[in-house]
């Protein structure tokens, strides 16, 4: 099954959330044809701040690259309001189909998340 190898390198100017620093982490995971796929990475905890770098590594499976997205939605930790959402600061979303595959390894994609 292909896999994907997601380098998770920072996040610069982030904005305040309820008027202070957020503490930011970031949740990963794959759909495929608009299904989300039960694995759920997350990201190291960080101290509050607008600008964060993480520096960590993710391998992820992919069952079906032509179908498949990468979801990457960072959220503040500081926010005990997980239920109503509240907490969420942004997301990105890559169609895995359109990526170039890294020359590296067969069948791995590498992706920088900023």
Not at 41 to 61: A, H, I, R, Y
Request: glycine share 4%; hydrophobic share 40%; with cysteine.
């Amino acid at each position: 099954m292909p896999t994907i190898c997601i380098n998770v390198i920072k996040a610069e100017g982030l904005r305040q959330h309820k008027g202070r620093d957020p503490t930011p982490s970031m949740l990963i995971r794959v759909s495929v044809a608009g299904v989300a796929q039960p694995q759920v990475l997350k990201t190291k905890p960080m101290p509050p701040g607008v600008d964060q770098s993480w520096n960590q590594e993710f391998m992820l499976p992919v069952p079906d690259p032509s179908v498949a997205q990468l979801e990457c939605t960072l959220w503040d930790e500081s926010d005990p309001q997980t239920q109503s959402y509240s907490n969420f600061l942004g997301e990105v979303l890559l169609n895995l189909a359109r990526l170039v595959p890294y020359k590296r390894w067969p069948e791995v994609l590498l992706i920088a998340a900023r």
